[in-house]
């Protein structure tokens, strides 16, 4: 399984960026994909969450501003982020469970900062 986050940047606050997580080594169509993000002295934190036919789900604190998409001829996810907040700052991964087993892949860092 290989997960590559891909995207990330310098914004100013309010500003957007949309990240990508390419996947292989597995069935993606079939299989829900979330992001995750780190900020720097916290936990892991869930952000967003697409299932394998498109239904979504956000952790409270992104709801009305990100965005989590899917493209299954890609084997690609997405993750739209707009009204970007200093707060959003983290390294963000893209994950998925296959056999009870979770799989990060490697981050993208993303500072919002004026």
């Known amino acids: 399984v290989q997960l590559q986050a891909s995207g990330g940047g310098l914004v100013q606050p309010g500003g957007s960026l949309r990240l990508s997580c390419a996947a292989s080594?597995?069935?993606?169509?079939?299989?829900?994909m979330g992001w995750y993000r780190q900020a720097p002295g916290k936990q892991r934190e869930w952000v967003a969450s697409?299932?394998?036919?498109?239904?979504?789900v956000y952790v409270d604190s992104v709801k009305g501003r990100f965005a989590i998409s899917r493209d299954n001829a890609k084997n690609t996810v997405y993750l739209q982020m707009n009204s970007l907040k200093p707060e959003d700052t983290a390294v963000y991964s893209c994950?998925?469970?296959?056999?009870?087993?979770?799989?990060w892949g490697q981050g993208t860092q993303v500072t919002v900062s004026s």
């Open positions: 080594g597995f069935i993606f169509s079939g299989n829900a």
């Open positions: 697409i299932t394998s036919v498109g239904s979504t």
């Open positions: 994950n998925t469970w296959i056999s009870s087993r979770g799989y």
